[in-house]
């Protein structure tokens, strides 16, 4: 009896120990499986975290590229730090371009500790994820150069007196590229060629409802880019509109107040009329001929086309109003703010009788002080009429993209004769705060200008369309080349998407081509085009990405003509000079016709803006 039980106890002291030996095993193996385990997640989370940080920097850097590496940078570094990753003993974040120009590349970096790692000499992990994003952004339309049109020459009175005009490399910039910008007033019908600016349609354009009204009207108006590189940041940059105002003269200066060439003129007429043209107002004011074609046969520089489009002694003239705004990192010109230092400035439109020569001469003999004062001189408008005006001058705190907006939409406001003295109202700021239309304002003329910025950093400051350029062509010749459009390699493989509107108002078939950069090397194909619309909706292929037989008479006059670009994938062109990578049109409408036509062009690359590509 007592030998069974000792066996009994024996047993069961063996079963504790089994067990205890089991109890510590399970400790010593799960435990740093527990520890494992912990690590592991924390280093899952972490790689989560390091990746959403990178692809956040790069997002919101790329967009400042090409060309601004720096705020790209700073950007970059920023979105990292609210992501939780500075420069710190435990993160570090690098930032620096991709295989493109328009590829930001940014790097993060985190160092984390170990719990069970640590114990076989391993007490910290460093977890590094990358991120590429390409920017392929709003394509600036019209000129890579620091002007916007054609480019008369100033007056002593109204300084500088030279050409401003400044091409950065690869660039090609004529003075005369022949086209102005254009603004129409919110009355004009939609079928004149202005697709964004105008209320109504007078039936049978595109984008036109039951009621005739312009589904495309846009009451924010045109807004022009003016691009500030690096360099120019600190130095000061005057932005001049030539000729702001309305002020009849007609399409092609046959309505102009001096008289026409060749024809007997008063000799107080002199080339003095004023304190702003004291050399050159015969030729400035001239009165043009047209020819049996309707052609001006004597058509000056300076001769931009401001018209009535309906009868010009009851037209109401559109009043034209301007202001700045700052850059955005939406890229949006809308939301953008205003920029401190330029107040907005409108400018009334004035009829065919109050420009007249005896408007314009200062004095009962032109430039003779001492004949007396000419009671009917109009100092405000002598000095807009046919001149170029500062519109601001101010000394730009960043690099970027700043938009000039203009827009005929807005009722007189502000101060009467601004900080210039100029003929305009100053500081109206219902220019930038309207979000809508007003529709007591009523103007039905057609205002033609141009754009300049000067600055003393020649080549590092730009003037385009934004989007969308809505312009003049008052050209003496047959045929017009001009900017259209600026395409960087980061489009390779996407399709440019073009548009213009009302093209054909021409009585002989016109030609229409697209061309690419002048420094590419690749040839345009599979080019298709669609319209003109509403009249026309199929879709044809377009040989050499041209378009054939623009007239008013075959379904042209105020309709929408689009056309697919494909970019092949080998596609390259200089991006890091602003002068580079811009796509060409040539219009051409035969033998005997110029060009004189109010046209809207559009432009887009399809597909997303910004991507993550790697």
């Given at each position: 009896?007592?030998?069974?039980?000792?066996?009994?106890?024996?047993?069961?002291?063996?079963?504790?120990?089994?067990?205890?030996?089991?109890?510590?095993?399970?400790?010593?193996?799960?435990?740093?499986?527990?520890?494992?385990?912990?690590?592991?997640?924390?280093?899952?989370?972490?790689?989560?975290?390091?990746?959403?940080?990178?692809?956040?920097?790069?997002?919101?850097?790329?967009?400042?590229?090409?060309?601004?590496?720096?705020?790209?940078?700073?950007?970059?570094?920023?979105?990292?730090?609210?992501?939780?990753?500075?420069?710190?003993?435990?993160?570090?974040?690098?930032?620096?371009?991709?295989?493109?120009?328009?590829?930001?590349?940014?790097?993060?970096?985190?160092?984390?500790?170990?719990?069970?790692?640590?114990?076989?000499?391993?007490?910290?992990?460093?977890?590094?994820?990358?991120?590429?994003?390409?920017?392929?952004?709003?394509?600036?339309?019209?000129?890579?150069?620091?002007?916007?049109?054609?480019?008369?020459?100033?007056?002593?009175?109204?300084?500088?007196?030279?050409?401003?005009?400044?091409?950065?490399?690869?660039?090609?910039?004529?003075?005369?590229?022949?086209?102005?910008?254009?603004?129409?007033?919110?009355?004009?019908?939609?079928?004149?060629?202005?697709?964004?600016?105008?209320?109504?349609?007078?039936?049978?354009?595109?984008?036109?409802?039951?009621?005739?009204?312009?589904?495309?009207?846009?009451?924010?108006?045109?807004?022009?880019?003016?691009?500030?590189?690096?360099?120019?940041?600190?130095?000061?940059?005057?932005?001049?509109?030539?000729?702001?105002?309305?002020?009849?003269?007609?399409?092609?200066?046959?309505?102009?107040?001096?008289?026409?060439?060749?024809?007997?003129?008063?000799?107080?007429?002199?080339?003095?009329?004023?304190?702003?043209?004291?050399?050159?107002?015969?030729?400035?004011?001239?009165?043009?001929?047209?020819?049996?074609?309707?052609?001006?046969?004597?058509?000056?520089?300076?001769?931009?086309?401001?018209?009535?489009?309906?009868?010009?002694?009851?037209?109401?003239?559109?009043?034209?109003?301007?202001?700045?705004?700052?850059?955005?990192?939406?890229?949006?010109?809308?939301?953008?703010?205003?920029?401190?230092?330029?107040?907005?400035?409108?400018?009334?439109?004035?009829?065919?009788?109050?420009?007249?020569?005896?408007?314009?001469?200062?004095?009962?003999?032109?430039?003779?002080?001492?004949?007396?004062?000419?009671?009917?001189?109009?100092?405000?408008?002598?000095?807009?009429?046919?001149?170029?005006?500062?519109?601001?001058?101010?000394?730009?705190?960043?690099?970027?993209?700043?938009?000039?907006?203009?827009?005929?939409?807005?009722?007189?406001?502000?101060?009467?004769?601004?900080?210039?003295?100029?003929?305009?109202?100053?500081?109206?700021?219902?220019?930038?705060?309207?979000?809508?239309?007003?529709?007591?304002?009523?103007?039905?003329?057609?205002?033609?200008?141009?754009?300049?910025?000067?600055?003393?950093?020649?080549?590092?400051?730009?003037?385009?369309?934004?989007?969308?350029?809505?312009?003049?062509?008052?050209?003496?010749?047959?045929?017009?080349?001009?900017?259209?459009?600026?395409?960087?390699?980061?489009?390779?493989?996407?399709?440019?998407?073009?548009?213009?509107?009302?093209?054909?108002?021409?009585?002989?078939?016109?030609?229409?081509?697209?061309?690419?950069?002048?420094?590419?090397?690749?040839?345009?194909?599979?080019?298709?085009?669609?319209?003109?619309?509403?009249?026309?909706?199929?879709?044809?292929?377009?040989?050499?990405?041209?378009?054939?037989?623009?007239?008013?008479?075959?379904?042209?006059?105020?309709?929408?003509?689009?056309?697919h670009v494909p970019i092949p994938i080998g596609y390259t062109c200089t991006s890091t000079s602003s002068g580079g990578c811009w796509f060409r049109v040539n219009v051409n409408f035969g033998a005997n016709v110029a060009v004189h036509d109010t046209t809207t062009w559009t432009a887009l690359i399809q597909g997303d803006p910004v991507r993550l590509i790697q």
């Amino acid at each position: 009896m007592r030998t069974h039980l000792r066996r009994r106890l024996a047993r069961r002291d063996e079963a504790g120990i089994a067990a205890l030996l089991v109890a510590f095993f399970t400790i010593a193996l799960f435990l740093p499986l527990a520890s494992i385990s912990v690590d592991v997640a924390r280093m899952y989370i972490e790689v989560g975290r390091v990746q959403t940080a990178a692809d956040a920097a790069a997002l919101a850097g790329v967009t400042y590229l090409p060309g601004d590496l720096p705020d790209a940078t700073t950007a970059a570094f920023a979105a990292a730090a609210k992501n939780g990753y500075s420069q710190s003993a435990t993160s570090h974040v690098t930032v620096g371009l991709g295989a493109r120009p328009t590829q930001l590349k940014v790097t993060v970096s985190s160092t984390i500790p170990n719990t069970f790692a640590s114990t076989f000499g391993q007490p910290a992990t460093t977890i590094t994820r990358s991120s590429v994003a390409d920017y392929n952004g709003p394509a600036p339309m019209g000129s890579p150069c620091n002007t916007f049109g054609n480019e008369p020459d100033g007056t002593p009175g109204a300084p500088p007196v030279a050409s401003q005009l400044s091409v950065p490399p690869g660039a090609t910039c004529p003075r005369t590229p022949g086209f102005w910008a254009n603004i129409e007033g919110p009355a004009v019908t939609k079928t004149q060629g202005d697709r964004y600016d105008t209320r109504k349609c007078a039936g049978g354009e595109y984008g036109c409802d039951s009621s005739k009204n312009n589904t495309d009207f846009d009451p924010a108006g045109e807004f022009y880019v003016v691009h500030v590189g690096t360099a120019a940041v600190g130095s000061l940059l005057t932005i001049q509109l030539y000729d702001p105002e309305y002020a009849y003269t007609n399409t092609q200066c046959d309505g102009a107040p001096a008289p026409a060439a060749g024809t007997t003129a008063d000799p107080a007429l002199a080339d003095n009329w004023n304190s702003l043209a004291t050399t050159d107002a015969l030729t400035r004011y001239r009165k043009t001929t047209l020819d049996s074609y309707g052609n001006p046969v004597n058509l000056t520089q300076f001769c931009a086309g401001d018209a009535a489009v309906g009868t010009e002694s009851t037209s109401v003239p559109t009043i034209t109003s301007v202001a700045l705004r700052a850059p955005t990192d939406t890229y949006n010109p809308k939301v953008a703010p205003a920029e401190p230092q330029c107040q907005p400035v409108q400018y009334p439109g004035y009829r065919a009788s109050s420009v007249t020569v005896k408007h314009l001469r200062q004095y009962t003999k032109p430039g003779v002080p001492s004949s007396g004062a000419n009671g009917s001189y109009l100092p405000q408008l002598a000095q807009v009429f046919h001149q170029w005006v500062t519109f601001c001058a101010f000394t730009p705190t960043t690099a970027g993209d700043y938009y000039l907006q203009v827009r005929s939409d807005v009722a007189m406001g502000g101060t009467k004769e601004g900080a210039f003295g100029g003929a305009w109202n100053y500081g109206n700021q219902s220019v930038l705060t309207q979000s809508g239309d007003d529709t007591s304002v009523k103007g039905d003329t057609s205002n033609v200008f141009a754009i300049r910025a000067n600055s003393a950093q020649a080549g590092s400051v730009s003037v385009a369309g934004w989007d969308h350029m809505t312009i003049w062509a008052n050209g003496a010749g047959t045929s017009t080349t001009f900017n259209l459009v600026r395409v960087i390699p980061a489009a390779a493989g996407q399709t440019l998407v073009l548009s213009f509107f009302d093209v054909g108002d021409a009585a002989d078939g016109g030609t229409l081509t697209i061309l690419p950069p002048t420094e590419s090397t690749i040839a345009l194909g599979g080019c298709t085009g669609t319209g003109p619309q509403p009249a026309v909706t199929s879709t044809t292929s377009l040989n050499s990405c041209q378009v054939t037989g623009i007239k008013s008479t075959s379904g042209w006059n105020g309709a929408l003509e689009t056309i697919h670009v494909p970019i092949p994938i080998g596609y390259t062109c200089t991006s890091t000079s602003s002068g580079g990578c811009w796509f060409r049109v040539n219009v051409n409408f035969g033998a005997n016709v110029a060009v004189h036509d109010t046209t809207t062009w559009t432009a887009l690359i399809q597909g997303d803006p910004v991507r993550l590509i790697q």
